[in-house]
């Protein structure tokens, strides 16, 4: 099993950008589908964006859509999520999961690894 660890985390404007990145543990990280998601202080955790473990297809929860973009580096053992057009509401502490020969999964229960999160503030 892969050991996942979240960064890039920080402050930002409303309007602006950042780059959140997990890293993985394991020669086979490749092996596996990625989901992002978020939970704001007194929400639940809610889905951000899934990659699918062979990297043919995305999806994205539909507050990110057009916004967010989910990509992977196996060479680096990295998936990202670059965050653009940031508002107040995306604030919260971003969480990467992994799950082995996944597909795009949306649901925190199809996921068997999690990484600790990464806080993401966005400013008005």
């Known amino acids: 099993q892969v050991q996942l660890v979240e960064s890039g985390g920080g402050l930002v404007q409303s309007g602006g950008s950042l780059r959140v990145s997990c890293a993985a543990s394991?020669?086979?990280?490749?092996?596996?589908?990625v989901g992002w998601f978020r939970q704001a202080p007194g929400k639940e955790r809610e889905f951000v964006a899934a990659l699918a473990w062979n990297g043919l297809s995305t999806v994205y929860g539909e507050s990110v859509k057009g916004r967010f973009t989910i990509s992977r580096n196996n060479t680096k053992n990295t998936v990202s999520l670059q965050m653009n057009s940031l508002k107040p509401e995306d604030t919260a502490v971003y969480y990467c999961?992994?799950?082995?020969?996944?597909?795009?999964?949306?649901?925190?229960?199809?996921?068997?690894?999690w990484g600790q999160g990464t806080q993401v503030t966005v400013s008005s």
């Open positions: 999961a992994a799950r082995l020969y996944g597909d795009t999964q949306m649901t925190i229960n199809d996921y068997e690894t």
């Open positions: 394991g020669r086979t990280f490749s092996s596996y589908a």
